[in-house]
Every structure is written in C-alpha cells, then in structure tokens.
C-alpha cells in the first residue's frame, strides 16, 4: 500500500465543480483583486474562529510581517519564540531588523516552554510570538501573564492550529493579533498561498488593513505595501471554510486510533496533549531514538513521513550566527534526532491508518 503524508486530492477532488464556478465568476466579473469574495471569506473566517476581525493577505509569513510592523517592532528590539517552529515564525522579524532570542521548548508536546521565555527577557524585548505548533495551542494563559507583566505583546503564529481551541476559545483570539498561513497543505489551505491576520482590536485591524494595501485603498494614512489576499484565493477558501470543522474531526480521530493503538509500545513517545485545550493534528509526531530505521521500514512498507523539522532554527544556516548551543535549548535540540511526522489527512481511509499503525506496532514488537 502507498500511502502519502497528505493527500489533498481526497479533499479537492469532490469540490472540483465549485471550485470552477467560483473561478469562472471571478473571471466572468473581472475583479481579481480586492473583490467582494474577499470580504465574505474574512467575515466568515473570524465568525467560525471567535474574532471580531479578519483581514486577509497574500501568506502567513508577510501575516507576521505586517504584525510585528502594526505592533512597532524596529531594527534591534528582541522577539523571544521558540527555535522549534517553520523558519516563517522567527525570519518575519529578522526580516523587519529586529533580533530573535530563542526559549526552550517543553518536553513531548514541543511547546514553548513558559518558564524558559522568563529568562530571555532582556530591555530590549518588545514581544513574544508564540507558536500553536502542529496544531496544539501553546501555554497562551502563562504567556499572556508574562507578556503583561513584562509589558511585552503576544503575537499568535496559527499557521498549524485553524480551530483549535485553549479552554472556551479559539486560538487566535489571546494574543493582540494572530496569523494563519492558508498554504495548500494547512488545515484549511488555498488554491495557492494565502494568509491571515485576525485581532479583537478594531483599530489594530483598520492598522493591518492599511499595511497590506499601500497605506490605505484610496487614501494612503501610512506607508504600507500590496500583502493582499487576491479573489480567487479567497473565493477557494470560502469554499472550503463550511469543511473545515468535520476535517478537523477526522484528523483528531485519526489521532486517536494512533494513540490507541501505541499506547503500548514504552519505546514510542506519542504526541504529549496538555489539559485543557484541543489538538487539530496539522501534524500527529511521534518519537524515538530509533527514528530513522523506523522511517525507512516504513518508507519500505509505502508509508511516507516527515520530519518536522530536520534541524531547531539556531542550529540553521540562517541563524547559526547567534551562536546558540544546545545547551541553550537543550530540549528543543534533544528533540530533533527523534521526531517523525506520521501520515494524517482528511480523506484517510480508515485501511490505511490502520496500514501504518499496524506497521509501526510490527517494527517495535520485532
Ligand atoms: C508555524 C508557521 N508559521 C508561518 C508559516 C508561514 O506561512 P506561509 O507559508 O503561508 O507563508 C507557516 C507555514 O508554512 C508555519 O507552519
């Protein structure tokens, strides 16, 4: 059996048909750019999330981008996050000249650890982005009170957690703005690139709104620049957002014949699910010292993987300059020889889940 890491032909296939129309009546009404598709899908998108804004942009990196700028970040003020995230997260405010300080993470659940953020605090921090990795959200109530008692912001990196929730809300509605990437293969993904930034601030969202449409669409307030969302993306994701929810439930219940059926190997780690907060499995990661023979009697056995992510971001070429060690982030540097993303999609025949736990299970037991 083949079985990918993700496939979204299962999820794109049946909407074929729409997706045409609503292509066909961006195409039939000319309005490629900042048409009314573009309005139905923010509105949407910030009901089913819990916010009262939404404005949507071209991706979710240039989504942090135009943050850290609402937020005034400059030149040589410190970001703290966590070296265990796609490179988006810190590069978006190396880009803007500012300096990322890495904390640690928590062991099993590959979180920013709380505690670790505390001792990077320094006077030139101006903020935290804290990352709701693989689609689990984040400590938000521990990084909030940080953030406040050290008056610092929280930005939100939702990336990989669309409808998550942390107590009684969404992610997404802790921080003064959130992002999400709809990259094809997030949870909810375009036709291409697309993002996101949503905040309960009206006048932070009047600040974006300007910052990703040169300044202002008719009169420049500010200097900005063109992060906008186009129409046919946002037309896609309004397709797709009604989906959302029930694809949700077929990751988490993918996650759970995985926990079930590993909860007796001792020599697995399963994805370690912190209290009070749901997990939307962008990723189900697992781990163990013996990762790398694990992936290749399943890539043998047609089962893909990945790893999420092959190096922590201070041991990259792109930011081995700050020197970092391992014993900086001895967790997060730990972690990275042992995690392996399983496949986990919606769509996933039920065969096919039970292919690859199967498969796992003979790999320990022999
Ligand atoms: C955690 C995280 N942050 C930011 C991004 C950047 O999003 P995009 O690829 O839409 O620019 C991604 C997606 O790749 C991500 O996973």
Redesign the pocket.
Known sequence: MRIPLNDLSRIHDPLRKEFTEAFEAVLDAHQYVRGPQITKFELAFAEMTGIANCIGCC????A?NAAFKALGLQPGDEVITTPH??I??AAAATFLGANVVFADTQIGSYLIDPGSVVGKITEKTKGIIA?H?FGQPTDLNELRAIADDHGLWLVE?C??AHLATYGDSHVGTTGEIA?Y???PG?NLGAIG???AMVTNDVKMANTLRELVDHGGKGRHNRIGTNYRLNSIQAAMLAIKLPYLKMWTEERQSIASIYDARFAEIPDLKKPIVRPDRTHVYHQYVVATPQRDALRKVLSDRGVATGIHYPEVLPATPAYRNLGASPESCPVAFSAQSEILSLPVFPGMRKQEVEYVAESICNFFST
């Open positions: 991706n979710g990196t240039v942090l995230t796609w988006a997260t990352v990795l990196d990336a990989q992002t990437s709809f990259f997030k690139d697309a993002g």
